[in-house]
């Protein structure tokens, strides 16, 4: 009875895709009871590549589901399926080739431990934030202003993690065309002063507790800011556990010596008078 009802294609490619369900529930529990018995790895580790065998394991079931289907189809021969599949497999390839390259440059930056799970991060200078996912084919980081942002790994240029000991603040004032750079210099010059003074705490030391960076006045880094005016940017480096209170810091203090000195702010292109 029972061998008549396995004798159906439904009952067969059912039971099929229950066992590589299966397969899978056992291989990410393995990994997960050889972390919890061992301690090679730290946690953040330990998370991070839980996070990316779950994503490989759900490919491959897919892929051995897919091809189990296909072999027990009596519309398609799974030997010219295969060859055939070749050639397509090398004009798929050139035509997928980001794609390609963001698995590759994905499992690399694994590998490499250059990014782990909440680890902040810096993706090419203007994204920065707490990494949330990392899958096979991209990142997605929480930002401080509550935005998700998702990048592919072949879209990354530059990327800076602040999870390593250090963090470089950097905040900065968008100040009017019409602001004269020579009283916004004096102005944030005194405020990298003051940051110094009042947050020198904050500040990343070496052996000899010499700051490595104090904060500085960086001047105008970016002229034509959404057509609005110029940027000027003031910069220190933290030590990584101080950086989200450093900052709030230096923003205050821009934020009062805009106040202080009636700095003329930029405004927005929609702005009517």
């Known amino acids: 009875m029972f061998l008549e009802l396995f004798d159906q294609l439904p009952v067969r490619i059912l039971t099929a ?36 065998a779950k ?28 060859a055939g599949s070749v050639v397509v497999a090398g004009a798929v390839a050139l035509i997928l080739q980001h794609i390609i390259r963001d698995y590759i440059m994905g499992l690399t930056y694994l590998l490499e431990r250059q990014i782990h799970l909440g680890d902040y991060v810096i993706i090419n200078g203007n994204r920065q934030g707490k990494i ?31 999870n390593r000991g250090m963090r470089r603040v950097n905040e900065s004032l968008v100040l009017n065309y019409k602001q004269n750079p020579d ?5 944030l010059e005194e405020v990298a002063k003051t940051c110094n003074e009042k947050y020198g705490e904050f500040l990343l030391r070496d052996e000899t507790g010499v700051p490595v960076e104090s904060f500085r006045f960086n001047q ?9 005016g110029n940027r000027f940017s003031l ?8 950086y989200v209170e450093a900052g709030k810091k230096v923003r205050y203090e821009l934020a009062k010596a805009a106040y202080q000195y009636d700095l003329m702010m930029a405004e927005s292109l929609n702005t009517s008078h």
């Open 132 to 162: 949330e996912e990392i899958s096979m084919r991209f990142l997605k980081i929480r930002q401080y202003d509550g935005y998700l942002y998702t990048v592919s790994y072949s879209n990354i240029t530059e990327l800076q993690n602040g």
């Open 220 to 228: 105008i880094t970016e002229l034509n800011v959404d057509f609005r």
């Open 17 to 52: 895709a229950l066992l590589i369900i299966f397969t899978v529930y056992l291989i990410r529990k393995s990994i997960k009871l050889f972390f919890d018995k061992t301690s090679l790895l730290d946690e953040k580790r330990e998370e991070t590549i839980m996070h990316f």
């Open 55 to 82: 994503q490989v394991t759900k490919v491959l079931g897919w892929v051995l589901f897919l091809l189990y289907v296909i072999s027990e189809s009596d519309f398609i021969d799974l030997g010219n399926f295969i």
């Open 235 to 242: 910069s220190g480096l933290v030590n990584e556990s101080n």
């Open 183 to 187: 009283d916004a210099f004096k102005v």
